[in-house]
């Protein structure tokens, strides 16, 4: 339903500064159970630093949970799943990734993970789905949002999915330096 309502423009948006960091740390807080249950472990690497997009809080809120609870999903007992932010002041961009040790997904299947109702053969009937997540994630960070999704993997080594979004302004490092020197 969300899918469509952004393909016909009538979707709801309400853009504000939010920091990725705080958001990505409220998703893992909410999916520890669920990858303890799996056997997976999260790894969280979400240091202070300046990060906050103009973006809806909930859709990327929705991004997060649908990148994180995959990684989880197409796992195995005793992986892991680490995501880190990365601020690039030079592109004014901030970059989530999120790496598993999972199963990975074929060369072939890769360009059309983010195809609406796409599953890789490698997956399709080890676990349940709709494949329309990683549809939704690119429509909000891509259609919405003026950001990029991305994804590598390889085949029994694991995959990253990951998104850049524009920093919410430009942070100038040599203007704060010379102002914290005055």
Do not use: W
Request: proline share 3%.
């Amino acid at each position: 339903l969300n899918i469509s309502r952004m393909e016909s423009g009538l979707f709801r948006i309400n853009k504000q500064p939010v920091s990725l960091a705080v958001l990505v740390e409220e998703q893992l807080q909410m999916l520890r159970s669920y990858a303890e249950d799996r056997h997976v472990q999260i790894i969280g690497r979400t240091p202070i630093i300046f990060d906050q997009v103009n973006a809806d809080r909930d859709m990327m809120s929705q991004v997060i949970v649908n990148l994180l609870s995959n990684a989880i999903k197409y796992n195995h007992p005793g992986g892991s799943v680490c995501v880190s932010i990365d601020v690039d002041e030079a592109q004014a961009l901030v970059r989530v990734k999120v790496e598993d040790t999972g199963v990975g997904i074929p060369p072939e299947d890769l360009e059309q993970v983010f195809d609406k109702f796409y599953r890789s053969s490698l997956n399709e009937n080890k676990v349940e789905g709709s494949g329309l997540g990683l549809n939704l994630v690119k429509q909000i960070v891509e259609k919405l949002h003026g950001g990029r999704v991305f994804a590598q993997s390889q085949v029994g080594s694991g995959s990253v999915f990951g998104f850049e979004l524009p920093l919410a302004v430009k942070h100038d490092l040599k203007k704060s330096y010379s102002a914290l020197q005055d």
